[in-house]
């Protein structure tokens, strides 16, 4: 929201490392799309890929929700 690329590219880094290690491969690879996104510098088509990356984070938590139930 406040239009800062190397947050973006910080926040989506840590993101992917996470989802690394879950195994969650479509949501490594969507932190991985805002990572670059932020390293380009160019925020003005970030938000579709980090709503996408949004989703993703939810499935994973839904995921692990659902393994501790």
Do not use: W, Y
């Not at 190397?6 to 880094?13: I, L, S, T």
């Not at 949501?27 to 670059?36: H, I, K, N, P, Y």
């Amino acid at each position: 929201a406040a239009g800062d690329a190397a947050e973006v590219a910080r926040f989506a880094h840590s993101l992917k490392g996470l989802a690394a290690n879950f195994d969650a491969i479509a949501c490594r690879d969507a932190a991985q799309l805002v990572e670059q996104i932020g390293f380009s510098n160019d925020l003005s088509n970030a938000s579709p890929k980090i709503d996408q990356l949004k989703e993703q984070v939810t499935a994973l938590l839904d995921a692990l929700k659902s393994e501790l139930e």
